[in-house]
DNA sequence: TTACAAAATTAGGCTCGGCTAAGTTTCTAC
DNA sequence: GTAGAAACTTAGCCGAGCCTAATTTTGTAA
């Protein structure tokens, strides 16, 4: 009812601070200069500044030489921007052929530019989905968005068995070599070994038996399953 | 095999300023400062330091105080923003459920932010169409676009049967009036009576007969039929 | 032909969002 | 506790793209 008050349109550059912002303090964290910069290939310098002007807007708090914390209102924006990523690179897999790995770059410019009618038809026709692709979830409509918690790979113990959820990289180069052993959101895996200090991991998929490196290991966020490989 | 050399990413507002330019010196004419200004509502003197810039990136020809046309680097550019447009429009009504009269707004935006390979899939989901919902022609990939010479319906003479080719305008409120005739592209029409001084023009289309007024057939661009409304 | 109006340009200023260089503050290690 | 490193901010610059006000050029009409 009141959020809809102020509407001076944002830029690009300020839903793309907001996005990376959420990013980086969704753990409760505060997001440090240093790391918005680097995330968005800017220098610090650039960043202060406009971190000085995202927090006249109230879209942030600032603790000088401590960090920002998104307000509501900021966290709605990003929230904004993560829906139409989400639902734009599910679309464009659903919909127009793409292939995983290779909607990012797509959709990181397409979401600056749909409108919320947009958005709802893409999602209207993919059936309102609750995750993309990559199996990261889509807020809804309200910005409500279901986080669950996953472990990565690199922390299942030999034996278990579990679920791929996440594939947690928008790397084209990562992403297709991890859907080259078929480890998509939804496939089972059965942990078979799990050498110390960063080192391979087996892991048994259907009748397949693979050995992936600690890296990518950590990439592949997992809930333990019921059920065979 | 030339074309593709230098690629600094164009602006927005640079994409804008071509296509309306495009669009007032496609009869050979040369644009005017003042009705580049008005075209994108903006300042004479904010076009003037433009013109100047675009002039010196070799996207148009500027004699001062005569006028500006596009070079072929303009063009291209140009048909390519047409095209991107045209094709966005037709993928929003064939697949996602748009009105012809809400496209416009969204298409443009969207083409200043899809890439090539988008525009590509999208063109070939529709099939390649020749030709928009409301009939433009669109630029095949090769940015070739056939533009025929259609005759408005304001100067058909009484009697004649001529075939709905292209609805020359965006505005919704226009459109939505048009398509309340039915007098979509495609549409077979009767000139029943025209009265002189910018008067009322009677038509009949199918069983049904319309009075509509001068303004709005002009926007009616029209070829001579054969066969019967 | 000349005077005035219309059109275009130049001059100068503004915001946004980047940058580098030069301070400041905070953290870390001894 | 203090020195140096690391992180951050401030100062000052720049280009894009807009603006208003002032000036120049062009077109027109008496």
């Known amino acids: 009812m009141n959020a809809a008050l102020h509407q001076e349109p944002l830029t690009r550059s300020v839903e793309d601070y907001l996005k990376v912002i959420y990013r980086l303090s969704r753990n409760g964290q505060t997001a440090s200069t240093s790391d ?3 995330h968005l290939e800017l220098t610090a310098p650039s960043v202060s500044g406009m971190v000085k ?3 006249e807007q109230k879209l942030l708090e600032h603790v000088p030489y401590k960090g920002v914390v998104l ?3 900021g966290r709605r924006v990003a929230l ?3 829906r139409r990523h989400r639902i734009i690179e599910a679309y464009l897999v659903g919909f127009l ?3 995983w790995d290779d909607v990012h770059q797509e959709a990181e410019r397409l979401e600056h530019a749909v409108s919320e009618g947009l958005i709802g038809r893409m999602a209207d026709a993919l059936g309102n989905p609750s995750h993309d692709p990559h199996g990261d979830p889509i807020p809804d409509a309200d910005l409500f968005i279901s986080e669950l918690e996953y472990t990565p790979l690199c922390e299942i113990q030999p034996g278990e068995l579990v679920q791929v959820r996440r594939v947690d990289t928008s790397e084209a180069e990562r992403l297709r070599y991890i859907a080259s052993f078929g480890l998509l959101p939804g ?3 059965q942990l078979i070994d799990r050498q110390p200090f960063q080192g391979p991991i087996t892991i048994r998929t259907g009748e397949h038996q693979h050995v992936i490196g600690h890296e990518i290991a950590m990439l592949l966020l997992c809930s333990r ?3 065979r490989p």
């Open 36 to 38: 918005i910069a680097q």
């Open 97 to 99: 052929g793409y292939a």
């Open 71 to 73: 307000t509501d209102e």
């Open 225 to 227: 399953a019921e059920g």
């Open 187 to 189: 496939t089972l895996v």
């Open 53 to 55: 002007r995202l927090s």
């Open 80 to 82: 904004r921007m993560l």
